[in-house]
């Protein structure tokens, strides 16, 4: 079993930058792809960056250029989410995720809130 905690959720004015931090219970990324979704209020769930262990890294269209996902490569159990340039239309519960690369079960965190003002 593995828990993930998120925070760094806030009110951020348009223009502004958020860093998000998942916390995982143990270290998992070398067994586990490690992603960032967001959701909004009758919306489903939707994708917007992943990394792998090797770091290679995937970003919806909508954040491309703006989001950074990373791990600490030290201890193996934290992924953040930089977020510059934000929009009004990034306001969403953002979800860190945690897929097994071979079974395919995933975890997830309780949801941070990230609302971004005009």
């Known amino acids: 079993q593995v828990q993930l905690v998120e925070s760094g959720g806030g009110l951020v004015q348009s223009g502004g930058s958020l860093r998000l931090s998942c916390a995982a219970s143990?270290?998992?990324?070398?067994?586990?792809?490690m992603g960032w979704y967001r959701q909004t209020p009758g919306n489903q769930r939707e994708l917007v960056a992943t990394?792998?262990?090797?770091?290679?890294?995937?970003y919806a269209d909508s954040v491309k250029g703006r989001f950074t996902i990373s791990t600490d490569n030290g201890a193996k159990d934290t992924v953040y989410l930089r977020m510059n340039s934000l929009k009004p239309e990034d306001t969403a519960v953002y979800y860190c995720n945690a897929e097994h690369q071979v079974w395919r079960h995933e975890y997830w965190g309780q949801g941070t809130q990230v609302t971004v003002s005009t």
């Open positions: 143990r270290s998992i990324f070398n067994m586990y792809y």
């Open positions: 990394i792998t262990s090797a770091g290679r890294t995937n």
